[in-house]
């Protein structure tokens, strides 16, 4: 009943010369040995040939150590000496290199009891603000951990950072970056971290630089089956992938030639995706009428390349431009003889990657570059949590930041607070490049010079904090045609001149602007002299003081508060608050009903020339103001591309309404009904719509900090936009998910019946299989256009009446017949799989959404290629080389 999947591979051989590395030279090479003094230390690594230097100009934090003696001897000398990382959470590696440029990244840690701790360490390894992988080392000297990743820059910078995940200290001892050729080791997208790399030669026990001109690893691989055959020849190595010569000159056959040659492998964690590499050339001497040829299938005959003929002494690369995925982890490819075949098959490298999907953008790269800027300009290399991307994560941004979190864009910084961080000079110019900012705190330290022209182009600044510093010159008036600024603190220059230009004077008695100046406070146009230093003033002074202070403060929370909130550029001049007035003018007094639900009314209405949704919360309705608030706390700190957005709320007395960012098509349920014009969602459409809301959802369990449960996943839930693109909605029972161990947290069950989670309804232990247990019932939904729960059919829930269907055999007897068959079975299949995995009433059992993800992507690659005609086959695969080599091998091996 399992459908067969394939996919598309390409075949290169060395014909396919493209900006082939010609030079064995180490040209863009980055090769550092961490911890290394003094810091213009270089020196050659004798087994590598390899110039090593120190990494101290790289990275603003760190101690220098040593390895024990007693381990050197059987080290690589870039191991001997490390950087460790006891202050701040995380610690970064920049690089100043070339967006768009494809590395191959190498991290080395070796422990060698460094700290005299005997203590081994855990952390994590990020490359920008992505979480890349976890270091764990085995052994204090024979726990050689090497981790490498293929990785192509967003941004004309790289970071590299190092995350303390518990109690003990990151370290690591060699980073190394080689160039790539950009055509290779191409992924759909995001960036492939290497699982194994292999070749099949007696000696030596690995091949790196100069053999490699990349500088890979390769590690050799043999067992009792196989036997190693080679070549004194020389072999035409010159396609894209610049196979090292130890490699392409050998090759293994099975000692009985008669069997396929079979490689397996297991990954630990199942749901990776992965990229599998093979390097062939024949490298025998054939005799007339002599043929080698072959098959290559997996895990128990899916096809991958039929009737290859390795070209004489000519390497040629086979690969899989989509990624493998196997269910439990376990891969097994068969290289089977052909009839026509008089020779075994061979192979002469093998490459295995997993897929690393860069979920977390990085920040804006021109607010980055200004942030750096600052940063050197002021000497602010103290501050230990300025290190890595300003923004993110979120957990990790940098102290004094917020940031903003448009949706599928790059985070900007709408807050800078430097108080109190011994600034000097004048105010640099980079600020002006927050071209996002909305407030800007430079109180208390020694800034001089006159307030610069460069904030009047700054339009977005609300709040502007340039007290107690020793500024001169004289109060510009281009504040007064700043429209959205509403607090100036100006107080503590003793040198500026307190003159208030007349335009400036002006937004002052319009009531839309405070300022405070050196020993004047004005205030909504009312001007009283207060000194500053109150000690010796009369009562009533102080008193005065103290009341102005107060408003001042108020403000200045008040402000605070806006710059914390995520910022759209949609509504970036509205406040996210709305009162129940503007709610009625957007309504046009409730005008337009869009649909009605247990929280209340949802009204159309139009803020600006943007359209949106209101719903309004029901005096009468069970959810109340708790729900309410929780979905407000929840939409203003998550962003997901698909996730409604927030536009807005209302929390005016009794009246308390939401307002989402419209979408045209409405519900998913409705759609599927016909209540919505009779319209029938093609297969296409109800894959992509799956597929889309399964990203909300995992965004939801895996992308924010804490993890969020839904609680209340159904099709009504899932909102249409104009293109019909999917969004999860209606986040009122949404619960923070533990991260501190806890697999679940017990709560009141909540949720929609026929939906909700039989083992979270019997035990009140929400998790987020309890989500994944209801979006398995929507998949079915949109296989089956059923209802949930119709009590007419034999079987009353749509789980156990599909399960019952099945036992025939026949999908066509569950598949909505408004498709008019118009579906690939094969896919049909597949879904409806997926989906009763996800309901099972074991938790334990359930696929992660993570998982979901992919198996949809894949059952959309299926659609594409039936509507393409194509009788190409798609299967994404993951792997872990268990059985051949691991990664944690790729070490430095004796000198």
């Known amino acids: 009943m399992k459908p067969i999947h394939g996919f598309l591979l390409l075949l290169i051989t060395a014909y396919d010369l493209v900006e082939s590395v010609e030079a064995q030279d180490q040209s863009g090479f980055i090769s550092l040995a961490c911890g290394l003094v003094p810091k213009d230390t270089t020196y050659t690594e004798k087994t590598t040939n390899i110039t090593y230097k120190s990494d101290a100009n790289y990275i603003d934090s760190g101690l220098v150590g040593r390895i024990n003696d007693q381990y050197k001897a059987q080290l690589q000398q870039q191991t001997w000496t490390l950087r460790s990382f006891p202050e701040g959470e995380r610690n970064c590696y920049n690089f100043n290199l070339t967006a768009k440029s494809k590395y191959l990244i190498r991290g080395t840690f070796i422990y060698g009891n460094y700290d005299s701790m005997n203590q081994l360490p855990i952390f994590d390894l990020h490359i920008g603000p ?36 518990g109690k003990t200290i990151p370290f690591i001892s060699s980073l190394e970056l080689r160039p790539l050729n950009n055509n290779t080791y191409v992924s759909e997208s995001g960036s492939l971290i290497a699982v194994s790399r292999v070749f099949f030669s007696p000696t030596p026990s690995f091949i790196r630089y100069d053999e490699d001109i990349h500088d890979r690893e390769w590690i050799r691989h043999l067992d009792n089956e196989k036997l190693s055959i080679s070549t004194d020849l020389l072999v035409d190595t010159s396609n894209l992938y610049d196979v090292p010569q130890p490699v392409a000159k050998t090759a293994c056959i099975l000692a009985n030639a008669s069997q396929p040659l079979t490689l397996d492998w297991t990954l630990d964690n199942i749901t990776a995706l992965s990229y599998v590499y093979m390097h062939f ?12 040829e072959f098959n290559i299938t997996y895990n128990g005959g899916n096809n991958w390349y039929s009737y290859l003929r390795p070209r004489k002494l000519e390497i040629t690369t086979v690969f899989s431009t989509r990624a493998l995925i196997s269910p439990d982890g376990n891969f097994s490819f068969s290289l089977t003889r052909t009839g026509n075949s008089t020779l075994p098959p061979l192979i002469n490298g093998l490459e295995i990657y997993t897929f690393l999907d860069l979920i977390q953008l990085e920040t804006d790269q021109d607010e980055v570059s200004s942030m750096l800027s600052i940063k050197t300009s002021y000497e602010l290399t103290e501050k230990v949590r300025w290190q890595g991307d300003p923004c993110a994560p979120q957990f990790y941004r940098w102290e004094g930041l917020n940031c903003s979190y448009p949706d599928s864009e790059p985070p900007r910084i709408i807050s800078l607070n430097l108080s109190g961080s011994n600034l000097s000079g004048t105010i640099t110019p980079e600020i002006s490049k927050l071209t996002q900012l909305i407030e800007l705190d430079l109180s208390k330290n020694d800034l001089s010079g006159e307030i610069p022209s460069f904030f009047a182009d700054m339009k977005l600044l609300t709040f502007i904090d340039l007290s107690n510093n020793d500024l001169s010159g004289k109060i510009p008036p281009f504040f007064a045609d700043m429209k959205l600024l509403t607090l100036i603190n100006l107080s503590g220059n003793p040198n500026l001149n ?3 230009p007349y335009s400036l004077q002006q937004r002052i008695n319009s009531k839309s602007l405070t300022l405070i100046v050196s020993e004047t406070v004005t205030h909504k146009g009312e001007s009283k002299k207060v000194p500053m230093v109150a000690i010796a003033a009369p009562v009533a002074g102080v008193f005065a003081l103290l009341v102005l202070l107060a408003i001042f403060f108020v403000v200045r929370r008040k402000n605070t508060k806006r710059a914390k909130r995520p910022f759209n550029p949609s509504i970036m001049t509205k406040e996210r608050r709305i009162t129940y007035s503007e709610v009625l003018k957007m309504t046009n007094n409730f005008e ?3 649909g009605k639900g247990g929280f209340g009314t949802v009204y159309h209405g139009n803020l600006g020339d943007t359209q949106v949704a209101v719903k309004m919360l029901s005096h009468s309705s069970a959810q109340g103001y708790k729900e309410f608030k929780a979905e407000v706390e929840l939409l203003l700190r998550v962003h997901h591309r698909n996730l409604v957005g927030l536009v807005g709320y209302c929390d005016d007395g009794d009246n ?10 409405g519900d998913l349920r ?9 319209h029938v969602l093609t297969w296409e459409n109800r894959l992509q719509i799956a597929v889309e809301a399964a990203q909300g959802l995992e965004y939801l369990h895996n992308g924010c900090t804490p993890p969020m449960v839904h609680r209340d996943v159904k ?9 019909s693109g999917a969004k999860l909605a209606d986040f009122g029972l949404s619960r923070s998910f533990p991260i501190d161990g806890e697999s679940h947290v017990s709560t009141v069950v909540a949720g929609t019946p026929g939906y909700l989670d039989p083992e979270y309804y019997r ?13 398995g019932v929507v998949l079915l939904e949109i296989v089956t256009n059923q209802h949930v729960i119709d009590k007419t059919r034999e079987r009353p829930h749509i789980s156990e009446w599909v399960g019952f269907m099945l036992t025939k055999g026949d999908i066509k007897s569950i598949v909505d017949p408004k498709l008019m068959r118009d579906y690939d079975t094969n896919g049909a299949w597949k879904i409806v799989e997926l989906a009763l995995g996800c309901v099972n009433p074991s938790s334990n059992r359930r696929p992660t959404m993570a998982h979901v993800v992919m198996e949809l992507n894949e059952c959309i690659a299926l659609e594409n290629a039936r509507r393409q005609g194509s009788e190409e086959m798609y299967s994404k695969g993951s792997v872990d080389f268990s059985r051949l080599s691991s990664a944690s091998e790729f070490a430095p091996g004796a000198r």
Do not use: P
């Not at 981790?147 to 941004?155: A, G, K, W, Y």
């Not at 308390?656 to 098509?665: K, P, Q, R």
């Not at 099709?715 to 293109?723: A, K, P, Y």
């Open 592 to 594: 337009r009903v869009l």
């Open 670 to 678: 409705e759609n599927m009904s016909g209540k919505r014009g009779g």
């Open 130 to 165: 992505n979480k890349w992988t976890s270091v764990k080392l085995d052994g204090v000297a024979n726990g050689t951990m090497v981790r490498e990743i293929i990785h192509v820059l967003t941004q004309d910078r790289l970071q590299v950072c190092l995350v303390k995940t």
């Open 656 to 665: 308390l309404a939401l307002i989402y960012e419209y979408m045209a098509n």
């Open 715 to 723: 099709t009504s839930n899932i909102l249409l936009n104009e293109r």
């Open 763 to 775: 035990t009140n232990c929400l998790s987020e299989k309890s989500d994944v247990y209801s979006f």
């Open 281 to 292: 050339a024949e490298i025998q001497n054939l005799k007339d009428g002599d043929i080698r």
């Open 498 to 500: 307190s003159k208030i």
